[in-house]
């Protein structure tokens, strides 16, 4: 269990995290989206002892991260692949992990094999692995000690679809087995695949939080969308049957189910050419959601200051 209480984290006069709150429940996937610049790092870094926070705090099975003995036994933590010394091969990273933990080199070959990496790609020294490889190292760390928490910061990034796939797979059978996972990405679709819970949080704020379920009631009122040979006849149509109907893309919105504009087309006698239910999947739900959090930069125009650094951060 993961709980976040009241967080905040201030750099000077700039708020990267705003009292955020949320709990991760065990069995469960917790997805965490945000644009970028949202906070969902910054939170994450706060979670495992690597940022201070200015206000709030995060416990890890009711504990601070600091105060878990030994924890990479309990907590896997992936936040930058790429964290690790350039010059130390995959097999050697892991083995020092195994042994700070106090866990059998055999740990080792378990955790390889796992993430599909070879003896001759364990061999070689990170500054030579690509980012997909990278990613599969900092998820064999992550997966070490076995622990019982997975907190993961774009681990999808880089990976080839049969990549994807094995971690969507992975993260799912680890939850069935009780685990609690809190996963951070942009491939929204992904997410939509594995997380039971998301949490949307925008320029440090959370924005909503529920189950798909329960998150979709959000933009629940029925509507369709469609296109017709004759437009301003299925404009006239639909409108003398009551439904409201505006422009959308080359067609229209209809604040009607995909029957009932089929039945009113039929009624009037229009052609249509497309028809399709226009609820909003979990990319549309985000960026309408998010959209007073989007950082845009008009042609010409000075980009937005930076927020502040924080120190560089390794996966444990």
Known sequence: MIEVSGLTRTYGGFTAVDDVSFSCAPGRVTGFLGPNGAGKTTTMRIMVGLTPPSSGRVTIGGHLYRDIPNPGRHVGVLLDAGAQHAGRSGREILTIGARTMGLPD?????????VSLSDEEAGRRLRNYSLGMKQRLGIAHALLGDPEVLILDEPANGLDPAGIRWMRDLLKGYAHRGGTVLLSSHLLNEVELVADELILIGRGKIVAQGDKKSLGALDAQVSSLVTALDPAALVRGLEAEGYRVAPEGEGFRVNAS??????????????????????????????????????????????APAAPAAPEGAHR
């Open 106 to 114: 055999s740990r080792v070959d378990e955790m390889l094999a796992m």
């Open 258 to 303: 995909t029957a009932d504009v089929g039945r009113a087309a039929l009624e009037h006698l229009i052609v249509l050419t497309d028809l399709r239910d226009g609820a909003a999947g979990l990319e549309d739900l985000f960026l309408e959601l998010t959209a007073d959090t989007q950082r845009e930069v008009a042609p010409g125009a000075p980009a």
